[in-house]
């Protein structure tokens, strides 16, 4: 029997807030009622400035983030076309395989897990490129199983220098909403992400912002697609409508989660999720445990993945967190499977509940036999909270 709060600290899906819940409790409606569409119009308006786009064009998908990678692949590339991508987690290694077996030419470059997209390598293989063969760049923004946060500007400046016109795609499951992202200064073609994590609500959209260039791509393939057809999901969303039954409950809660990160402003919510990331980080740094990701410039503000001891296995730690402490970690992934635990530190969140994440982590290391001195972790966080808290009333009271 399990009692009080069920402590999510996944990335994604992320705890959704009272008010979204309840949003969500409304009567079944008809979708194609006249005075439908204004909600789906208002929710692309302000999902716009999320994007870092005034001109983008925003589409809802039903699905999860995995739906709106195959949608931006099978909308505007062919099979056989050459795309360039980087493996260097698990997102971005299921991105890759995804784009194989849609008959893409992926050219891969493999890094270690804990860095970023290899903006060096790209230069290389775009500058090398003479016959203009790349189609698409594919960038992972928050690789979110590693904690890593790649710089998406650093890839346009490098193809911007070597002059080369592929097409920029950019997972942002992890990352949109939470951390600034510019997608028209960064000239980014097509951007994604899903409902389950920084907008949250439950799973069940995936959200695309395409640019002029994308959608024109959209209209010169040969990949077949239905579904997730670009060309009627415009038409139809142009009055708020959609070519098919949209999951008018997430649509409502989405309408609510909006209103609360406009009304704590976009800047407020970056800069609480880098707040309480760096937090988490001290806390980390207390307990002598080293992150995944290898350098702060890295260093992801909506998830981290934690190093633990050679002499423990990190699954130790997530079951005890799960049955004693009714607490879920994110789990290593992959090749990080029993190796790494990972914090979710994106969303609906305050400092109470990362606090409450590091004392249970301190615990079920301790109790998984990790050399970790109880409340270690917490204070680090504590004083940096005080102080950055501190600076935040000072800036407001000036
Ligand atoms: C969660 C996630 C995905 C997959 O999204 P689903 O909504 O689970 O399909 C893809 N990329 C990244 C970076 C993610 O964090």
Redesign the pocket.
Known sequence: MKTGLNHLYI??PTNVPDVVRMAMNVPMQDQRAPDFGGLTIGIIKDLMPIFGTTKGRVMLFPG????AWEAAITNTLSPGDKVLMARHGQ?STLWVDMAQRLGLDVDVVDVEWGQGVPVVAFAEKLAADKDRAYKAVFV?H???ATGVTSDVADVRRVMDVVGHDALLFV?G??SIGSIPFEMDAWRVDLAIT?S??GLMCP?GLGILAASDRAIAASKANTSRRCYFDFGDMLKMSEGGYFPYTPPTQILHGLRRALDRMHAEGLDMVYARHARLAEGVRRGVAAWGLSLCADHPSNYSDTVTAIRVPDSIDARDVIRIGYDRYNTSFGSGLSRLAGKAFRIGHLGDLNEGMTLTALAIAELSLAEAGAKIAFGSGVAAAQFWYAEANATVARLAAE
């Open positions: 990335p994604g999860s983030g995995t739906g997102f992972t928050n690789e979110t997972d499951v992890s899903g389950q994590k799973a």
